[in-house]
């Protein structure tokens, strides 16, 4: 079993930065990507960025150039920097880890709140 638990998320004024933090723990032998997904009110669970065991990433449109997926290998932490935040970054983040390849394998967070205000 994996556990993640997240941190960081809050109230920022719009153009604000914030760093998300995902603390992974149990047996990560199986894992070989984690990342970040949102779910604002009212609106499906989207994708926001991830990042293989190979450290390479992949983010939404939405995000690019604003946020920034990265990993502490020996923390089994990964994190995400998110900057010029805008009202509509207004979410809770969730945590993701998974083997793309086997099925089994897939654990989330229980969501950190991050509130964009204009």
């Known amino acids: 079993q994996v556990q993640l638990v997240e941190s960081g998320g809050g109230l920022v004024q719009a153009g604000g930065s914030l760093r998300l933090s995902c603390a992974a723990s149990?047996?990560?032998?199986?894992?070989?990507?984690m990342g970040w997904y949102r779910q604002a009110p009212g609106r499906q669970r989207e994708l926001v960025a991830t990042i293989t065991d190979g450290s390479g990433t992949d983010y939404a449109d939405s995000v690019k150039d604003r946020f920034t997926i990265s990993r502490d290998n020996a923390k089994k932490t990964i994190y995400l920097q998110m900057n010029s935040l805008k009202p509509e970054d207004t979410a809770v983040y969730y945590c993701?880890?998974?083997?793309?390849?086997?099925?089994?394998?897939?654990?989330w967070g229980q969501g950190t709140q991050v509130t964009v205000a204009s």
């Open positions: 149990g047996n990560m032998l199986k894992i070989n990507t």
């Open positions: 993701h880890a998974e083997n793309r390849w086997r099925r089994g394998y897939e654990y």
